[in-house]
């Protein structure tokens, strides 16, 4: 199964070293650095590492001058690639300092609800609230200027969690904690997370695969915290009525995370690649691939700039 | 004096709208032969062309009640190759999920439309293009959009009938933040948010503004919409060439006033018509089939007194 996910990926790279969402499709960063964190989690061909240190420069050249990256070539903004592409740097001696360049901007980058204008509005309207979270906790938004969400969140504490220590600033720890807070905050009432509403006008929102597979991957530092826990019960009894591979991936990703392997998702996981179902794109590849990895490598915490 | 694009006529030199309205239907009716008797009467260029559907799948939808009923998807197309386009795919980029598969699985669209590789895009993650807009409602300035939806030939907006927390109503012209890739903005699409949602959809539907409008309004939502209202038997089929006539139809159709709702009535002036005397109406009248939807207290200016 890994086999099948690793070929994909050698296949699809592009000429540029980086890889497009699908076959053939213009490189982009967010689904190179999905790419790399894959192959570099495998690398047990030099073929794997070849194409790893071809996309490395592919994400290198593609870095913003203000250390972020954008979500296209063409957009000369940064986003929640970011963090991503932070993540797929770590470890890597020779782009260390395109990563702390990149981990600066996430410190800086704040969501626009976390702005002193927004805080302000927020003072006169709060009886207008149309959900229940505590604003007072910000994460990552998706693009700049805009609110923090699940997924973006998730993604920078990952990336933040896998940093050397002696790289995080006081600033750092002071982001990292308030948005592991706005995690819990945006929990849905029965345990999950979905996009970032828990509760709209009163209706409770219904949690997600990904998005809680992220929030939970993030918290993953906090095992025994009662949202932690009720979240991972949330995803158990989803396991058997997950249909789609990536969300299946995802799925195994964080029960191995927390101790839970499910074997018999993993063989479910492979007859679904077997059925070459529709939508192979190359994120979803790559968590299949980091998926069924044992170590788990790819989340753990490198030291001065290495594994 | 340069033309002003297509989509920016205003409405006092726009020619008439069709809207054509179709009742007593349900998701196991031939569709496809109502849509298809319908649909000759617009005489749609449409042959040897490609075809794009753009539903509204926002989500996951186990009961049915958030997305365009793959059913209605399956009639559209069935409909348009019947008239002799030479391709019609579909193509959607969810705003709250990132896992179209999954969406897409929840739908059972598979079952409907067979193996989607070949006919389905996901917008929100194919390769882009940057659009400087040709209207500055808000202050997006400019947006990266798929090239499928920009190379296509004829564009549908194909949405459900639905209320909306924030904008009044989600119809063909809201639909098109679908196109808006989240993989260059993220799920959801916060930055059409954080321009304004009103403003959003006006400049959007002025870059890309759909040639035809099919809305499944044959199980609706109110109330709570877009996604956590609940759910409102209507039974009907509104089809047009002209997205905001169909929206402001619909609207009427649900017990509302199109001219209250902010963003249609400022669609109005550049990219369609709401005037009752400005849409030729055919098929059922509106009185016939409205059907008054629940809407949140924040709206319930938008109510049409009956």
Known sequence: MENTCLRFLLDTQNE??????????????????????????????????????????????????????PTSPALREGSWVTSLACLALLGQNEFSGKVKRGFGWLCKDLPGEAGLLHRIVRLFVARKKVGTQNESYFGWSWTIGTASWVEPTSYAIISMRATPPEWMSATAKRRLRIGEAMLFDRMCPGGGWNCGNPMVYGVPGEPQVSSSVWALLALREHPQRPEVQKSLAWLQGELNSIRSPASLA????????????????????????EQDEILWDVPEVAWAALALSSTQNWLKQKSNGKS | MPRPAPSLIPSFSRPQSRVA??????????????????????????RGKTVLLKPNFVGFDPLGMTNTHPAVVHAARETFLRLGASAVLIGEGPALERDTHA?????????YLGPLSQIFV???????????????????????????????DFLVSLPKLKTHHWAGVTLSLKNMFGVVPGGCYGWPKNALHWAGIDRAILDINAAVRPDFAI?????????????????????????????????????????????????IARAATLLGHIQPAQIQQ???????????????????HLKARV
């Open chain 2, 103 to 111: 969406v897409l699985e929840s739908i059972r669209l598979r079952e």
């Open chain 1, 250 to 273: 995802l799925a195994i990703m964080a029960m191995n995370a927390y101790g839970r392997p499910h074997p018999l998702l993993a063989e479910s996981l492979q007859t679904k690649y």
């Open chain 2, 282 to 300: 055919v098929g059922e009248s509106i009185s016939s089939v409205q059907t008054p939807f629940a809407v949140l207290d924040t709206f319930a």
């Open chain 1, 16 to 69: 540029d070293g980086g890889w497009g969402f699908h076959t053939g499709s213009t490189s982009r960063a967010e689904p190179t650095a999905w790419a790399v964190v894959a192959l570099v989690e495998w690398a047990s061909t030099q073929a794997h590492k070849d194409a790893a240190f071809r996309a490395f420069h592919f994400l290198d050249a593609a870095q913003l001058p203000d250390g972020s990256w």
């Open chain 2, 122 to 152: 996901d917008l929100n993650l194919d390769d882009v293009e940057r659009v400087r807009l040709k209207t500055h409602a808000s202050r997006l300035n400019e947006l990266y959009l798929p090239k499928t939806v920009l190379g296509v």
């Open chain 2, 21 to 46: 309205i179709r009742n007593s239907l349900a998701y196991q009716s031939d569709l496809a032969a109502v849509l298809h008797e319908t649909l000759l009467e617009f005489d749609l260029p449409v």
């Open chain 2, 215 to 263: 809305v499944d309004g044959i199980i609706g939502m109110e109330g709570n919409g877009p996604i956590q209202g609940q759910s409102k038997n209507c039974g009907v089929l509104v089809v047009g060439d002209d997205p905001v006539a169909v929206d402001a139809t619909c609207t009427r159709i649900m017990g509302l006033l199109p001219e209250k709702i902010n963003y």
